[in-house]
């Protein structure tokens, strides 16, 4: 039997900024030909989180007592919108200089 209620909807819209966190630092990679090496570091840290909140998702599905906590989750997702939105302007912005150093 599954237990799901909106703490867990709030945890898997967290999973979602999280890979989406990890694929635009990892964007940020390929533009920048992967310097700085600390952009490893912050996918390692986006990818760490995401396992954590998957592997605290699946617990909380499973068990009848609720895991998750729902300040908790609202920072968390709160936190995790502002990096999305943070990288992908970064992404932009390198892509602007990428293509005006290139001349295009």
């Known amino acids: 039997m599954l237990y799901w209620d909106f703490l867990d909807d709030l945890a898997l819209a967290i999973l979602i900024l999280s890979a989406l966190?990890?694929?635009l630092a990892y964007d940020l990679t390929r533009i920048t030909k992967g310097a700085p090496t600390a952009w490893y570091v912050i996918i390692a840290a986006f990818g760490l989180l995401f396992v954590w909140r998957a592997t605290e998702l699946y617990f909380d599905?499973?068990?009848a007592s609720a895991?998750?906590?729902m300040q908790e989750a609202i920072v968390a997702l709160f936190v995790g919108f502002l990096?999305?939105?943070g990288l992908f302007m970064m992404a932009r912005s390198f892509r602007r200089q990428l293509k005006a150093s290139l001349g295009n």
């Open 67 to 69: 895991m998750i906590d």
């Open 21 to 23: 966190s990890m694929y």
């Open 61 to 63: 599905v499973q068990s």
């Open 83 to 85: 990096f999305v939105i």
